[in-house]
């Protein structure tokens, strides 16, 4: 994608390698380049506008509720992201969030069991949905 003439903003997910993810420091960006990995940045898009980014997937439980594959990187140390993202943005300005793992519960997110590989697929992240809903008290 970065060798594209396109300017695109992207984030990893699930088939994405893991050095998609290094970017360890929450930042603004201030200029579009050609290619922006979005996962853990925000953007001022207009006055009191911004485009946050967290990227990642869901975990993979078998049957017996026991997890098979975990999600990258939505584990439980991961529960401030969503808070260290936001307060990059002045209070009272509005966010769009773009995330490749939605929060459980919410929308098309739910668990499904997978056809031929006896397993549940989460379509929805229970640490991505507390965080919004904390988020969502201060608001």
Same mark, same amino acid.
């Given at each position: 994608?970065?060798?594209? $003439?396109?300017?695109?903003?992207?984030l990893p997910g699930?088939?994405?390698? &893991?050095?998609?993810?290094?970017?360890?420091?929450?930042?603004?960006?201030?200029?579009? $380049?050609?290619?922006?990995? &979005?996962?853990?940045r925000v953007m001022?898009?207009?006055?009191?506008?911004?485009? #946050?980014?967290?990227?990642?997937?869901?975990?993979?439980?078998?049957?017996?509720?026991?997890?098979?594959?975990?999600?990258?990187?939505?584990?439980? $140390?991961?529960?401030?992201? &969503?808070?260290?993202?936001?307060?990059?943005?002045?209070?009272?300005?509005? *966010?769009?969030?773009?995330?490749? *793992? #939605?929060?459980?519960?919410?929308?098309? #997110?739910?668990?499904?069991?997978?056809?031929?590989?006896?397993?549940?697929?989460?379509?929805?992240?229970? *640490?991505?949905?507390?965080?919004?809903?904390?988020?969502?008290?201060? *608001?």
């Amino acid at each position: 994608m970065e060798q594209c $003439e396109v300017p695109h903003i992207y984030l990893p997910g699930n088939h994405d390698p &893991l050095y998609t993810y290094e970017a360890t420091d929450y930042r603004q960006l201030t200029e579009f $380049e050609k290619s922006v990995n &979005l996962h853990r940045r925000v953007m001022q898009l207009a006055p009191h506008l911004w485009l #946050a980014g967290i990227g990642g997937s869901c975990y993979i439980r078998y049957k017996d509720n026991s997890i098979r594959d975990f999600g990258f990187p939505y584990k439980e $140390e991961f529960t401030d992201d &969503l808070h260290d993202l936001f307060a990059l943005i002045p209070e009272g300005d509005q *966010v769009i969030l773009m995330t490749h *793992v #939605a929060p459980a519960t919410v929308g098309t #997110a739910y668990a499904d069991l997978h056809p031929s590989m006896d397993v549940y697929i989460n379509y929805g992240s229970d *640490v991505v949905y507390d965080q919004f809903c904390d988020l969502l008290q201060n *608001v």
